[in-house]
């Protein structure tokens, strides 16, 4: 009976842990719902996870054109243009679409008009006005939202979006908001997968608390958000200063819940606070309730930025098209009035080549996605860009990256939310330029190219990723503000240093060492301008080769931009190596000299800045390669989007049906470069005409996907080459005129139907080049798995071989009839269709191989690669040596000899010459062009330098004096005020996990401080507790023995009050 009193307070002890624990568990189930406010989607029975979809879908709006002008006109002038121009033709059936917005009152420099009589003749007629400067169709998008419960295993408070597409052709500007679910290991942190389930403060994780505290929060710096509006009376805003409608829709309120949570990561001054609460927000509402936007709505929208002087501008929006005019125009001519647009890079990743326009352009900063555990977010759009493809080479993009998934923003009416996606990355950027804009106290210092500046050499570089990956690195805002506060107007170059050396950043770079006879390695390089909207290069780049360091054993060669406009320009650097160094190996380096300059603003007396960069160089040499380990990969015969119609190689790819990611071995067909690397091959690109390149260095000349004509030069080229000992590899699609029809879409330049201007291939091309070897493919549309050689293989839309020498190797394999599922949704299985054929020309000739479909090479949409069969391939064109498991294969079959077999012919009415480099318009008949020159590059004069180069190229960029390790950063105090006080009524404690004070921990990346310190807490309580009850029970030991009522009236003396 003794034990009575201890067992009770042990069972007191242990309710208390218990209560504890659950009091822990209801605290974290709290703080996982995703918002406060009814509308917010709430957490489901067994953590289902609600997605987000959006789906799109674009037009062109009939009988609508947007007339650019060369300059801004009035209304009544626009109008006298346009009907001087329409009435001289006789064209009376049009009219002027009004378009009632604010920027209406004042001059403009397009108009929107409709016609309905003969529509290519008024277009023609309006083109041919000297004021009238393009004419392009009136685009119409629209974008819809439903909520779905998929992915159960997802966390259950973040809300999380995807998109599929659904038109014909790709949308041109679409939200970037997307799924947070999918992430590209970088090798580090590979453990630490709990964080991802913890939505953070941004603004507390990039430190702008520090710059709160020294009284920078945004104030005085105009931020505009273009995305579906704002509620007028939201709790989470103060400094709303213009909420403007841009739509066809009576309201300026936000019906999704996008453009609020967009402007709540910029400004919020609550709950989930914004980097910059203190700015003054403007409101564009350029999407409807509906999703739905036009071309005109962004072009009058951004019109009206740059007269209300708008100083940051976030577009969350983006698309494939950089040929897109008017609207890329018009960002040149924002950033050019000094608004610094800050986009975001594309959701289209992890495949490289897939940066969207405007993040692509020089002016705009391109903003990528990481986690929170510093993982490049799957999604993440890669460089390089495509602009440049097939003679030059691509950009360094994205600019930047920073958090964009799981970040916590604003809800539609309160509260907060979690989303993820680059459009989410993009207005963190943004929040951080606004903030760090009101830190300047010379704000005529700020400019785009100063602000990207800053911004870049700031960033602190990702171990492990590469810089089409990264670009400079992860957002530091602390280092941008030293950086900002000492700025001298200058130029600079992105990236800063040229290392062929350093892997993995200066990846594809560093992947292959150069040599004597190979295609020169082309860096192009950005410059920004901080100095002035407009600048130039003065007299010419200088190459300064080190001579201690083998500098003289590169030769250097440039071309640059003319005129820097806006605030940039590029330099591309051809890099090669001399012919005394054929045999040797090292390193070598050097740098290169460029000096800019530009007018003083405000200065009538000509006066103009100078500011001369620094770009170093090291490159590794080895001994000129054998020859039969040299591949060489034709790139000036891949066509891509922008500007013609090239359907995608894989019929089954529905929602994305264009061919936009540049053919590229360091874009779409990256793994397979990668692979032939390993390997031991050196692969090089041929960006000019067969009759440019010297056939016997190669021991193969690969052709992969091919849709452009050949020059008859070309052909005949070839067939000497081909006889000399050079091998051919090709790898084909599917060409056939009648599902080419039956993938038409409606063309937006000219209002008709068009038909893709090639198939997946050019096989009517491809079948002249090989037409001298009796070789041939069919038009046949093949599909299906299949097994060659013991190895699992996809036919993806692949074509057969029509006809092949009877002394050739063919293999056949039995598919699905694709093309006639497509034309008649009939399904049919036919056996012995030729898909390899392998052929040793006669004796001193080269081999030849063809291969039906390209899709087991490209990381667009592969399902299983053939790599091995690859490899296999090389081996016999480059070694002579066959593989048994393809020479005594059991699906060999005798070569088709071509009778019966229909070729495919060129499909009449393609516009195939409108976009190709060897074909031109000839009376309605396309002609080959004249074939072009060869590439000739004009080495730069060296000039030797007896100096020692610096070991290791990257260090902490500098600008000018400025030196990174020098500035000290300001004092911070542990103490992290609110920025705004508190109204009447609300909590004091932030929206976020446990609902902690940002004053009580400091929220790093990669801590898990809030969790584990309260559960720690929660832990020595309940020590306490029991500690205590167990001394309160502990009975004290009397020698006598006294009675049971004694014992209970001593037990509870303590808890009577004393008088």
């Keep these: ?60 709006v009939k009988h609508e054109y947007i007339v650019a002008f060369k300059g801004y006109f009035t209304a009544n002038a626009r109008s006298n243009f346009i009907t001087s121009a329409l009435k001289s033709r006789g064209i009376e059936d049009w009219r002027i679409v009004p378009r009632n917005n604010p920027a209406s009152d004042y001059p403009s420099d397009f108009e929107l008009i409709e016609i309905k009589g003969d529509q290519r003749d008024g277009v023609l007629t309006l083109e041919d006005h000297p004021n009238i400067k393009r004419v392009t169709p009136q685009k119409r998008v629209f974008r819809s939202l439903k909520f779905v419960d998929e992915d159960p295993s997802a966390s259950c408070n973040e809300t999380k979006w995807s998109q599929k597409w659904q038109s014909s052709r790709l949308l041109r500007r679409t939200s970037l908001s997307l799924s947070s679910g999918f992430w590209h290991a970088t090798g580090r942190h590979s ?3 709990l964080l991802r389930a913890i939505p953070r403060q941004v603004a507390q994780t990039l430190q702008a608390d520090v710059l709160w505290q020294l009284g920078y929060t945004g104030s005085n710096v105009r931020v505009a958000v273009f995305d579906t509006g704002l509620s007028e009376k939201h709790p989470h805003f103060k400094n709303v ?100 647009m800050v986009s975001a890079i594309g959701n289209d990743g992890p495949l490289y080549g897939t940066l969207n326009n405007p993040a692509d352009q020089m002016d705009v900063i391109g903003v990528g996605g990481i986690d929170f555990e510093d993982n490049i977010a799957r999604f993440s759009s890669r460089g390089m860009t495509t602009w440049e493809l097939p003679g030059g080479y691509g950009r360094m993009k994205p600019d930047i990256v920073t958090y964009g998934s799981g970040v916590r923003g604003s809800g539609m009416k309160g509260g907060c939310r979690s989303l993820s996606g680059t459009s989410v990355a993009s207005p963190v950027v943004a929040g951080a330029v606004t903030l760090l804009v009101s830190t300047v106290q010379k704000r005529e210092m700020v400019n785009p190219a100063s602000m990207k500046q800053a911004l870049i050499a700031s960033a602190r570089r990702l171990p492990g990723v590469n810089m089409f990956e990264q670009g400079h690195g992860k957002l530091d805002l602390l280092r941008a503000y030293q950086i900002l506060n000492s700025y001298k107007p200058q130029a600079s170059l992105s990236p800063s240093y040229v290392d062929l050396t350093e892997c993995p950043y200066m990846w594809p770079y560093c992947s292959q060492p150069i040599y004597y006879g190979g295609m020169p390695t082309i860096v192009n390089i950005t410059i920004l301008n ?209 599902v080419m029809r039956k993938v038409k879409f409606y063309d937006e330049n000219t209002r008709q139907w068009w038909m893709p201007d090639t198939g997946g291939a ?23 798995d299949f097994t060659m050689a013991n190895h699992d293989m996809y036919y993806a839309s692949g074509c057969s071989i029509a006809k092949f020498p009877e002394d050739g190797t063919v293999l056949a394999q039995t598919f699905k009839d694709q093309g006639l599922e497509v034309l008649k949704q009939e399904t049919s299985i036919v056996e012995n269709v030729p898909v390899l054929g392998l052929y040793q020309t006669p004796p001193g000739g080269g081999r030849i191989v063809l291969y039906g479909d390209s899709n087991c090479l490209d990381d667009s949409h592969r399902q299983k690669d053939c790599f091995w069969l690859l490899d296999s391939l090389l081996q016999y064109t480059s070694n002579e040596l066959l593989p048994a498991s393809l020479s005594h294969s059991e699906n060999r079959q005798k070569p088709p000899t071509g009778e019966g077999i229909p070729l495919p012919e060129r499909m009449e009415g393609n516009h195939l010459h409108r976009y190709s480099k060897v074909l031109e318009a000839h009376l309605g008949d396309p002609k080959p062009r004249p074939l072009p020159a060869c590439p000739h590059l004009s080495w730069a004069k060296p000039l030797p330098l007896n100096e020692t180069a610096p070991s290791n190229l990257w260090k902490h960029q500098k600008l000018l004096s400025i030196d990174l390790d020098k500035v000290a950063l300001p004092n911070i105090r542990h103490n992290r005020p609110q920025v705004r006080p508190l109204s009447p009524g609300e909590s ?39 500690q205590i009850n167990k001394a309160k029970s502990k009975p004290k030991r009397r020698k006598p023995r006294v009675k049971r009522p004694q014992i209970i009236q001593q037990f509870h003396q303590p808890k009577t009050p004393s008088v």
């Excluded at 009575?4 to 218990?18: C, D, G, Q």
């Excluded at 995703?34 to 062109?60: A, I, K, W």
């Excluded at 050019?762 to 299906?784: H, R, T």
């Design 1 to 60: 009976m003794n034990f009575t009193p201890r067992f009770m307070n042990m069972r007191f002890s242990k309710f208390w842990l218990l209560l504890a624990v659950i009091l822990l568990c209801l605290k974290k189930h709290q703080s996982t719902q995703p918002g406060n406010s009814s509308h917010e989607p709430e957490s489901c029975n067994g953590c289902s996870q609600l997605t987000l979809r959006v789906d799109f879908s674009s037009s062109v």
């Design 191 to 193: 453990s630490r997968r």
């Design 241 to 340: 200063k213009e909420r403007t409608n841009w739509t066809n829709e009576k309201t300026l309120d936000d019906g999704l819940g996008h453009g609020t949570f967009v402007a709540g990561v910029i400004a919020s001054m609550r709950e989930c606070q914004g980097l910059a609460p203190d700015s003054d927000l403007h409101i564009y509402r350029v999407f409807t309730n509906s999703q739905v936007s036009y071309t005109s709505w962004f072009l009058d929208a951004f019109n009206y930025a740059i007269l209300k002087k708008i100083d940051v501008l976030n577009l969350s929006i983006g698309g494939p098209d950089f040929m897109d005019h008017p609207f890329v125009d018009k960002v040149w001519e924002l950033t050019a009035n000094n608004v610094i």
């Design 530 to 738: 901080g100095m002035g909207v407009t600048g130039r290069i003065v007299d010419k780049p200088d190459w300064q080769p080190y001579l201690p360091h083998n500098g003289d054993n590169i030769e250097v060669a440039f071309s640059y931009s003319p005129v820097l406009w806006p605030w940039s320009g590029y330099l591309a650097i051809s890099i090669s190596v001399a012919k005394k160094a054929a045999s040797w190996e090292g390193i070598a380096q050097g740098h290169v000299m460029i000096t800019v300059t530009s007018p003083k603003e405000n200065e009538k007396n000509g006066a103009e800045r100078f500011s001369t960069v620094k770009l170093p160089i090291k490159v590794k040499i080895i001994p000129t390669p054998i020859r039969n380990k040299r591949v060489l990969w034709d790139q000036y015969h891949n066509l891509r989007y922008p500007p013609g119609y090239f359907p995608r190689d894989n019929l089954r790819m529905k929602n994305d049906p264009l061919d936009w990611n540049g053919d590229h071995v360091h874009t779409n067909f990256r793994d397979m470069y990668q692979h032939l690397r390993s390997m031991g091959y050196f692969v090089e690109v041929l960006g000019s005409p067969f009759t440019c390149f010297d056939a016997s260095q190669y021991g193969t000349l690969l052709m992969v996907d091919s849709e452009e004509e050949f020059f008859p030069e070309e052909i005949s080229k070839l067939r000497r080459d081909v006889s000399n000992g050079l091998s051919l590899i090709v790898f084909s699609d599917w060409y056939n005129s009648s």
């Design 762 to 784: 050019n096989i009517p091309a491809l079948n002249d080049l090989l037409s001298v070897w009796n070789m041939a493919f069919s038009d046949g549309i093949y599909e299906g």
């Design 988 to 1026: 004091g404690a932030w929206d976020i996990p446990g609902g902690i004070m940002p004053g009580r921990y400091n929220q790093d990346v990669g801590q898990t401080i809030p969790v584990f310190a309260f559960l720690g807490a929660m832990v020595v309580l309940a020590f306490f507790v029991v």
